[in-house]
């Protein structure tokens, strides 16, 4: 089993920054690529970052140059540092991580595992 626990979502004004965090758990052997969604009222959910275990990036047109996400793979953990804010920016954003590990049941599984998502939003 794989567990997401996210941080850091809040209310901000236009302008200002969040710094989101997520911590995968479990029994994990590794992990391809980690990322965060967000998703909007009334919208489907829509990337917003990604970065692989070396490193690489991808980024949202809507959110490149204020955005930026890293990992510390050690603790398995990835963070989005939200600049620039824009009420656009407002929604639930989800972790998500891309991993091989082994689930309760005892097999292995290789997929995507979601955190519960945690709110962003940017109003005056």
């Known amino acids: 089993q794989v567990q997401l626990v996210e941080s850091g979502g809040g209310l901000v004004q236009p302008g200002g920054s969040l710094r989101l965090s997520c911590a995968a758990s479990?029994?994990?052997?590794?992990?391809?690529?980690m990322g965060w969604y967000r998703q909007a009222p009334g919208k489907q959910r829509e990337l917003v970052a990604t970065?692989?275990?070396?490193?690489?990036?991808n980024y949202a047109d809507s959110v490149k140059g204020r955005f930026t996400i890293s990992r510390d793979n050690a603790k398995n953990t990835v963070y989005l540092q939200t600049n620039s804010l824009k009420p656009e920016d407002t929604g639930a954003y989800y972790c998500?991580?891309?991993?091989?590990?082994?689930?309760?049941?005892?097999?292995?599984?290789?997929?995507?595992?979601w955190g519960q998502g945690t709110q962003v939003t940017v109003s005056s």
């Open positions: 479990g029994s994990i052997f590794s992990i391809n690529a």
């Open positions: 970065i692989t275990t070396g490193g690489s990036t």
């Open positions: 998500n991580v891309h991993a091989l590990s082994r689930r309760r049941d005892g097999n292995y599984y290789t997929g995507d595992y």
